[in-house]
């Protein structure tokens, strides 16, 4: 996962022979542009985490994008409260695709300490995500393991997975019910 | 010259060190009091420290924490004593690392290390259950294969301890200190802390100090 | 007399006591301790117990008071009031002794409270932290002693953390009856323990659980289940049997983990039996049914709601286009609420079109008897000049009024008149006690107003009749022995009415909400609110649309014409004949000769895997409602955890049956159920769901039934002397509290205390007929035959056989014929190896 996260490093096969979903695998996971969705004190996070010290810039992706229509990633870093759920939702449907989701922090998640009311209990009821970062907050260490994460999963390149019966990039099971 | 002037800046940093740390080969060296990803340790004769008390559980403000007891076999005991944790599970994706569990625990079962490198791809895989946060026999964390270990997220793991009054008395001021030691021994008492008494104070509190292994060269 | 002084009752003026420099007004003969809680000052303690007598065992009340002579530190909780009297709970010297008090008690307390089953809700814990002191000075060895021991099977000991109090002891005792544990040894060693080989075998065992104020006492169902902090809590009522008492159902994680008594003065005073606390397992268990069941071939298998909802309302529809309603037959529903009773009252009567209703299993009382005698409650009871008690074992069937009939003779005097078969557990406490044979209680009765019988009986008899000369008597009635039909005592009853005047009646049935499920009409021929057919025919015309035309069958009839042929469609909800009918053989052929079976029910008992459709429905604290007790108290039910897979409210069952049938009941919500009960039923009228909702309605609000309106045509003259068989014995068969129905069955701690299968005889009836104690005895009737080992036991009536009903074995069922009026059986010795099974 550590090579493949470094450009052409990452590439076992000879690149003439490289199979085309290799290629846009490595495309898509060197460029991905995350669109701007801080929420909370984890933006604190996700800003530091752009800065100097850690350079998102290495992953190719300094460019936090104001206008959905350009970005891939939505890093969701903050607790969703109900009203910025159809927002956040809204924004996520404009992304082009191939999109994907990070859940930063714990409230982002799963609501986190904020079991109320007020709060999505998991932003993977409205959008789905891809890669959960644990914390409150997560430092920037944690935000670029999940971004690795993330692309390792871009870099296994199924470019249809979202639409797997599964539901897999949702956490979603889908159990059938006799009723 | 303004149009130089502009890169003045650029060219003076050109010269100063990187300050960038390229994660993932390289880990920057975290805080001393860092908190990540608990632990459940064990005594020295290989039992587990957890009595399955849920005090972690009910003082853990994000509700992340699900333990339940059970009686303790008596012919292979899990744990010293009558009771022990039968289910351990944290939720990774609701804990928020405030360490009150840490704090909470009579035992000194569940403790942080410093690991706060993993994510996860589903829900479900946050939740850490016993097998994932036991030591392993030689009393260190188990390097799980989709955590970022590096050796320095062992070192100093020692939970703040605050011996309280029995009577909850607001204004016992009690002895603080550190926890016992994830495989390290104890660390040296900071500012305000008693050292070594309050450790071996809590430990008495219990009523099996020799039971209690404090890693490697306990402070008692 | 605690009790008094709290009822206030007896206040006839004020008494001036200072407590802390403020001047509060107690009641005469009130406790110092009571006084101050009145006041707003709680005083600590551990041994007092507001429904026990005070012992001043743990010494932790202790408070200056001054009567004058000066100060000196009493126990509060033996000390009362007197005028002038001067109290200090905050001076520093009462501090300072409770500091001491407690630093004592917990010089021996091993303080391993996080694996304490009470930490967190410890009284030892919490007024250590409230009035102990910081810090211990004691630093020796503590008193060991093996970590906890098994002193009866649902309850542990651990020795360390017993604090002497006294407050178990003294239940087992003075409220409980079973003096089986006691303190053993003397001063540094003393602690509390049973006899030797004698376990803590009382029914009643879990309430010094509950009333233990550390941890010394566990039970074993909840035993590291869940700590304090994770419970969560609502007050509701037991159902366990018909005693209605209130309970707090506690979860944890969605599960059921413990139930407490709470202290209610019309019911249950805060008890509970070991059963009604610990039965909630079964709510819990794995083999609850989870989704609907339709028969395919042998096989029942799992099909959707709508599957089997259809294919039901097919077959009823069927059965009532083909063969007319009277072919539909519903049996069962005293485990359901008064709402979901009334649904499926109204489902029947309204859109199946048929009366043959009948939620009792032919083991009860008649219902127009039931419901048209006067009533008298609990307390009523208790309070009453002289209790007639004719009916079954209270403490076996009805455990809590067995606790309140005992304190109310113990420590009120309360004369009892018992009229049984054979001895009780309440024959220790009646004044009187007189044997009838079996099947003749009518008999006994006559004789005892007509001055006739044995000449040995007549000295009781005379003192029974004195007693009946009592301003205020009260008879507790049920049904004695399921092997007599219910005629004899319904006589006896009768007679016992007409000859004393104003005598008001407590029912003694015992399933969980009968009494409800006969108020809200699940009997032949009544209507909601304790109104016959014809009597409600009217209002519930106008209201339901149609009522059946005449009087339809009784459980036994309906099993009887089933076994015929007659019934097409036989409707099970929460009925198991197989098991409680006390007639195997017909209801084993009435079961199956029922064109059709439909079962609701939470198991899949027997009678359910007879079915052809079972619906799963949802069980105790799963769903909201009320229910009646023996007083026809109507108290509420509160839902606590969620029902497994798709199971559903019976109300709801009977609202989707009666949609699929062409119909409309008309409610969304049980509530609304609720509020037409309130408008229709004339003994629940003014019941409204605000009153039930609000204080007063906490411990329930008994239904003022219009009893009068219900007069029984039975013959009151007639009197059956049965004939006398040399060579037979008669046979009685109770029940015992814990038994082999669902609710022991499925609880895993309750399921081993079930006795098993025991005949039980006189000793010279067994000398007469040759056979030893523990010999296996073939017992045959003219229905079939039983193999079981014999006991001999003085308890039981010469010429009588005692056989329990419904436990693990063959069972009474198999000897019981209904037709007949008594059931009379031969004993005779097997072999080993020829044991045979019933016929």
Known sequence: ?179 | MGYFEGFRITFKEMFKPRVTTSYPEELRPKPERAHGRHVLNRHEDGMEKCIGCELCAGVCPARCIYVRGADNPTDAPISPGERYGFVYEINYLRCIHCDLCVEACPTEAITESKLFEFSFTNRADAIYTKRELLVGDDGRPQRLPWELWSDDDEANTSAWVRATASSGRADYEGRVGWSAELGYGIRAPEVGQAGEDAVATADDRHGHGDDVGHGHGGGH | ?839
């Open chain 1, 1 to 179: 996962m550590t090579a493949a996260s470094q450009g052409l490093g990452g590439f076992q096969d000879n690149f003439l022979t490289a199979r085309l979903d290799d290629v846009v695998s490595w495309a898509r996971r060197n460029s991905v542009w995350p669109a701007t969705f801080g929420l909370a004190c984890c933006a604190i996070e996700m800003m530091a985490s752009g800065a100097a010290h850690n350079d998102l810039a290495r992953f190719g992706m300094e460019v936090f994008r104001a206008s959905p229509r350009q970005a891939d990633l939505m890093i969701v870093a903050g607790r969703v409260s109900q009203k910025m759920a159809p927002v956040l939702r809204q924004i996520y449907d404009q992304m082009m695709e191939p999109k994907w989701v990070i859940s930063m922090g714990v409230c982002a998640s799963s609501g986190g300490m904020f079991n109320n009311y007020a709060i999505v209990q998991g932003v993977d009821q409205i959008v789905p995500v891809d890669v959960y970062a644990p914390g409150c907050p997560p430092g920037p260490q944690t935000l670029m393991h999940s971004i690795v994460t993330l692309h390792g999963l871009i870099g296994e390149g199924e470019i249809g997975r979202r639409r797997a019966a599964s539901g897999a990039g949702a956490g979603v099971r889908l159990e059938t019910s006799p009723s």
């Open chain 3, 1 to 839: 007399m605690t009790d008094i002084a709290e009822n206030g009752t007896e206040a006839v003026r004020g008494v001036a006591v200072t407590l802390n420099g403020r001047v509060i007004d107690a009641q005469p003969g009130e406790l110092v301790i009571n006084a101050a809680e009145r006041a707003g000052v709680y005083i600590p303690r551990f041994c007092h117990h507001p429904r026990m007598q005070p012992v001043g065992m743990c010494r932790m009340c202790i408070v200056e008071i001054d009567t004058g002579r000066g100060p000196a530190l009493l126990p509060s909780c033996m000390i009362p009031v007197a005028e002038g009297m001067v109290v200090e709970t905050e001076s520093p010297v009462t501090r300072k002794a409770q500091d001491g008090v407690l630093e004592f008690l917990l010089v021996n307390h091993p303080l391993d409270c996080p694996v304490c089953d009470k930490g967190g809700e410890c009284p030892l814990q919490d007024q250590t932290v409230a009035f102990g002191p910081g810090e211990s000075r004691f630093v020796e060895e503590k008193r060991h002693h093996e970590k906890p021991i098994a002193i009866s099977d649902v309850v542990q000991l651990d020795r360390e953390r017993c604090i002497l109090c006294d407050r178990c002891t003294r239940f087992a005792k003075t409220v409980a009856g079973d003096p089986l544990i006691s303190f053993v040894n003397r001063g540094n060693e003393t602690e509390v323990n049973t006899f030797p080989d004698h376990p803590f075998a009382s029914y009643f065992s879990g309430n010094t659980v509950q009333i233990c104020p550390v941890g010394a006492l566990t039970a074993t169902p909840y035993r590291f289940k869940a700590r304090p902090w994770d419970l969560d809590q609502v007050e509701s009522t037991c159902t366990s049997c018909s005693v209605g008492c209130r309970v707090a159902v506690e979860s944890s994680s969605n599960q059921l983990v413990r139930y407490l008594g709470v202290d209610v003065d019309a019911v249950n005073w805060g008890w509970l039996c070991d059963k009604g606390r610990f039965d909630f397992e079964a709510v819990n268990s794995e083999n609850r049914l989870a989704r609907p069941l339709a028969r395919q071939g042998d096989d029942l298998v799992e099909v959707s709601w709508s599957d089997a909802l259809t294919k039901a309302a097919s077959a009823l529809g069927g059965a009532k286009e083909r063969h007319g309603s009277s072919s539909i037959a519903v049996v069962g529903g005293a485990r359901l609420t008064n709402e979901e009773a009334y649904a499926w009252s109204k489902l029947a009567r309204s859109v199946l079109g048929t009366d043959s209703v009948d939620a009792q299993m032919g083991d009860g009382l008649p219902s127009d008897v039931v419901l048209g005698l006067p009533r008298a409650t609990i307390d009523e009871t208790c309070a009453a000049g002289t209790v007639v008690l004719l009916g079954p074992d209270l403490k076996e069937e009805l455990p809590i009024l067995y606790l309140r009939l005992r304190d109310a003779v113990v420590n009120h005097g309360l004369n009892v008149i018992e009229i049984s078969a054979s001895q009780t557990s309440m024959t220790r406490y009646a004044a009187v006690s007189l044997r009838y044979r079996p099947g003749e209680a009518a008999v006994l009765v006559q004789e005892l107003f007509e001055h006739a019988g044995d000449v040995d009986v007549q000295a009781d008899l005379g003192r029974a009749r004195a007693l009946l000369e009592a301003n205020n008597v009260v008879c507790v009635l049920g049904r004695p022995s399921v092997a007599e039909r219910a005629d004899s005592v319904v006589q006896a009853a009768l007679r016992l009415r007409s000859r004393v005047p104003g005598m008001r009646f407590l029912s003694a049935l015992r399933r969980a909400n009968i009494h409800g499920a006969l108020d809200m009409g699940l009997s032949p021929g009544m209507l909601p609110g304790r109104v016959s057919l014809e009597e409600g025919r009217e209002v519930f015309t106008e209201a339901w649309g149609q009522l059946p035309g005449s009087v339809g069958l009784d459980t036994a009839g309906v099993l009887r014409a089933a076994a015929e042929g007659r019934i097409q469609a036989l409707i099970l909800v929460g009925a198991d004949p197989l098991a409680d009918f006390p007639d195997r053989d017909l209801a084993r052929r009435g079961v199956a000769g029922a064109g059709f079976v439909l079962a609701v029910d939470c198991f899949a008992t027997d009678s359910v895997r007879q079915a052809d459709v079972v619906l799963p429905a949802v069980s105790y604290a799963e769903k909201a409602g009320t229910t009646t007790n023996i007083e026809g108290r109507v108290s509420r039910l509160h839902q606590k955890v969620t029902a497994p897979g798709t199971t559903r409210p019976d109300w709801m069952i009977a609202c989707d049956l009666a949609e699929r049938l062409g119909g409309d009941l008309g409610f969304e919500t049980a509530e609304a159920i609720w509020d037409e009960i309130e408008r229709l039923a004339p003994a629940h009228s003014g019941l409204t769901a605000q009153r039930l909702a609000s204080s007063e309605g906490l411990e329930g609000i008994v239904a003022a039934g219009p009893s009068s309106i219900l007069e029984t045509t039975m013959d009151v003259t007639a009197t059956a002397t049965l004939p006398v068989d040399g060579y037979s014995l008669r046979l009685v068969s109770t029940r015992k509290l814990y038994d082999n129905g669902t609710l022991v069955q499925q609880s895993p701690s309750l399921a081993p205390l079930a006795p098993g299968e025991v005949v039980r005889a006189n000793p010279a009836d067994l000398d007469r007929l040759g056979v030893a104690s523990n010999d296996r005895v073939r017992v045959a009737s003219s229905r079939g035959a039983v193999v079981a080992p014999v006991e001999a036991d003085a308890a039981v009536a010469r010429g009588t056989v005692l056989l329990a009903f419904n436990q693990s074995g063959s069972g009474a069922a198999d000897l019981i014929d209904v037709s007949l009026p008594v059931t009379e059986v031969r004993v005779e010795t097997v072999g080993i190896g020829d044991r045979e099974v019933s016929g």
